[in-house]
């Protein structure tokens, strides 16, 4: 097997090239999956032609963005990195990696960094798609996109891996996925409007995972939180640390499931 392929051979080396030799191996894999890769590809655009041609009342900017967003999070990150760390651990590639030199964090980080990248293209893809179809004109503070995108990435690549040790196949990750995957469909804003839900469910929502990264999205284009509270000044500072705090919980949460339950060998 050669050096590109076999991300064991690093012995002595710093952590950093640990990630980038794991992360072009990773990328290798990922790319000869072509298919996949276009249709991953595809996503950003698909949605912004459809909300493109629904009235202005139902669509727009940031519910565009967000949807671009929060679909790439859970099919190109969370869903993927799931089945593709779980089939490692089954392959004892995980195992193999864990005996070596290689650092824990090095693996982890290494095996998300490509997926990591592609969600960065998708959303950069789904922003000049919007500008074209849409436009941006208004958008207040555009900047936004950057830490909605920076924390949804963490938190969801924190629960992919902290999900692995409950997904005992590639398989069995359709279902151990769903509940995450379906609270965030139904309690971000990004598919449900929040205002129509109860009130105690309006107050959950805003602690679940997909919240602050949607919530970001819409004030970020619209100055107004999915909530449907107009933000600005001293608000607009207190709803963004806001949902970096819920961020962070869940980043947190995660890792610390994940050093509980993590296992690297393949499950009997």
């Not at 996949?36 to 629904?54: D, E, N, Q, R, S």
């Not at 293209?121 to 919007?130: F, S």
Request: net charge positive; aromatic share 6%; charged share 10%.
């Amino acid at each position: 097997m050669s050096a590109v392929t076999d991300p064991t051979r690093t012995e002595g080396v710093r952590p950093t090239r640990q990630v980038l030799a794991l992360a072009r191996s990773e990328s290798t894999l990922l790319l000869r999956n072509k298919t996949a890769l276009f249709t991953a590809t595809l996503i950003p655009l698909m949605l912004v032609a459809l909300l493109g041609v629904l009235p202005s009342a139902l669509s727009g900017p940031p519910l565009a963005m967000s949807m671009v967003i929060g679909s790439v999070l859970l099919l190109v990150l969370y869903y993927s990195l799931v089945t593709s760390t779980v089939a490692r651990r089954e392959e004892h590639t995980l195992k193999r990696l864990y005996s070596s030199a290689v650092r824990p964090a090095a693996i982890m980080i290494g095996m998300a960094l490509p997926l990591l990248i592609l969600v960065a293209v998708q959303v950069i893809i789904g922003l000049i798609a919007v500008a074209i179809v849409m436009g941006l004109d208004s958008a207040p503070h555009t900047w936004l996109l950057l830490p909605a995108v920076i924390a949804g990435c963490a938190v969801w690549w924190v629960l992919a891996l902290a999900s692995c040790p409950f997904t005992k196949s590639v398989e069995a990750a359709q279902l151990t996925t769903m509940p995450l995957i379906m609270v965030a469909l139904g309690l971000s804003g990004m598919t449900v409007p929040i205002g129509i839900l109860p009130g105690w469910l309006q107050w959950a929502a805003q602690l679940s995972p997909m919240f602050p990264t949607i919530d970001l999205a819409f004030v970020a284009l619209s100055a107004t939180r999915v909530t449907g509270e107009a933000v600005g000044g001293s608000q607009l500072w207190l709803a963004v640390l806001l949902d970096l705090g819920v961020a962070a919980g869940w980043v947190l949460a995660g890792l610390w499931l994940l050093r509980r339950r993590f296992g690297w060998e393949p499950r009997r």
